[in-house]
């Protein structure tokens, strides 16, 4: 599975920004996908994830209720709605692949496949 990122960009405080993650592969739709951040600095933060199905997701207390992930298997592309942005979720976003179809795996090890990031930038 490889993974192209997009939808970064630098935006203000309060506002609203999909990314995207598209996939190529035979496989996309049996696996579970996911999104980490990481911001200068810190280390790789888990931010959502969906089953390859789309009908259970899993999202870190951070940005529940703010973000948004979904999929479409037609499209082999996961997206990640972000509204209401903080300058604190300002990182580089990278969306993740998990072979194995888990769900609830906050850590950055189990992932097989990753995107190549995308920059989000939030101005307060």
């Known amino acids: 599975v490889q993974l192209q990122a997009s939808g970064g960009g630098l935006v203000q405080a309060g506002t609203s920004l999909r990314l995207s993650c598209a996939a190529s592969g035979r496989t996309f739709s049996s696996v579970t996908m996911a999104w980490f951040r990481q911001a200068p600095g810190k280390e790789r933060e888990f931010i959502a994830a969906?089953?390859?199905?789309?009908?259970?997701?899993y999202y870190a207390d951070s940005v529940k209720g703010r973000f948004t992930i979904s999929r479409d298997n037609v499209k082999n592309t996961v997206y990640l709605q972000m509204n209401s942005l903080k300058p604190e979720d300002t990182a580089v976003y990278y969306c993740?692949?998990?072979?194995?179809?888990?769900?609830?795996?906050?850590?950055?090890?189990?992932?097989?496949?990753w995107g190549q990031g995308t920059q989000v930038t939030v101005s307060s």
């Open positions: 969906i089953n390859w199905s789309g009908r259970s997701t």
């Open positions: 993740a692949a998990d072979l194995l179809g888990r769900l609830g795996l906050s850590s950055p090890s189990p992932y097989d496949y």
